[in-house]
Antibody, heavy 121, light 107 residues
Framework: QVQLVESGGGLVKPGESLRLSCAAS????????MSWIRQAPGEGLEWLSY????????DYADSVKGRFTISRDNAKNSLYLQMNSLRAEDTAVYYC??????????????WGQGILVTVSS | DIQMTQSPSSLSASVGDRVIITCRAS??????LNWYQQKPGKAPKLLIY???GLQSGVPSRFSGSGSGTDFTLTISSLQPEDFATYYC?????????FGQGTKVEIK
């Protein structure tokens, strides 16, 4: 079965960096776009970033553009999110998400359990 | 960016009730609309894709409809396990955007 397991979260100070990892299993990772989505405490869902299956295409939300970098290693079935210059408003649960892209359109069909990132002095 | 507005923001309903949640996009998104269910402390789960497609494994009491700017999610007979927060999401253009959520509570 499809599994996405995030790691690397924790407590950091404003201005510091953190790298999230996502280990994928149960599907052919190199066939799928992947995405990061976050949810601030008590708030809704915010899409952050995409990466295509071959890493040729990336896209970012304006809120993280220039600070966050998505990457992947298909040989290791892993997705990453490098987060720099972290701010208090980046405090959230971060989800690693598989993107289904096909004739039926695009959807976020599998989600990891989420990992908490807290930015506080 | 496309704004997604859900209504109501919350509702109280009883087991067996028919529940309808609406989602409006700030511009036409054709049928590029998905619905997710999220229970407390859990990751969201895809329910409906492309406005009306039922994701595999999702009970048939869930259905979606609409196109253009106006969409609905219907739960035909609310079950105890359906008390959750529901989000719509457009996949028409980036940035992908979500509605603010509709919390379905027990009456």
């Amino acid at each position: 079965q499809v599994q996405l397991v995030e790691s690397g979260g924790g407590l950091v100070k404003p201005g510091e960096s953190l790298r999230l990892s996502c280990a994928a299993s149960g599907f052919t990772f190199s066939d799928y776009y992947m995405s990061w989505i976050r949810q601030a405490p008590g708030e809704g869902l915010e899409w952050l970033s995409y990466m295509s299956a071959t890493s040729s295409y990336t896209d970012y939300a304006d809120s993280v553009k220039g600070r966050f970098t998505i990457s992947r290693d298909n040989a290791k079935n892993s997705l990453y999110l490098q987060m720099n210059s972290l701010r208090a408003e980046d405090t959230a649960v971060y989800y690693c998400v598989r993107v289904f892209n096909g004739a039926r359109g695009e959807s976020f069909d599998y989600w990891g359990q989420g990992i908490l990132v807290t930015v506080s002095s | 960016d496309i704004q997604m507005t859900q209504s109501p923001s919350s509702l109280s309903a009883s087991v067996g009730d028919r529940v309808i949640i609406t989602c409006r996009a700030s511009q036409s998104i054709s049928r590029h609309l998905n619905w997710y269910q999220q229970k407390p402390g859990k990751a969201p789960k895809l329910l409906i894709y492309a406005a009306s497609g039922l994701q595999s494994g999702v009970p048939s009491r869930f259905s979606g409809s609409g196109s253009g700017t106006d969409f609905t999610l219907t739960i035909s007979s609310l079950q105890p396990e359906d008390f959750a927060t529901y989000y719509c999401q457009q996949s028409y253009i980036t940035p992908r955007t979500f509605g603010q959520g509709t919390k379905v509570e027990i009456k």
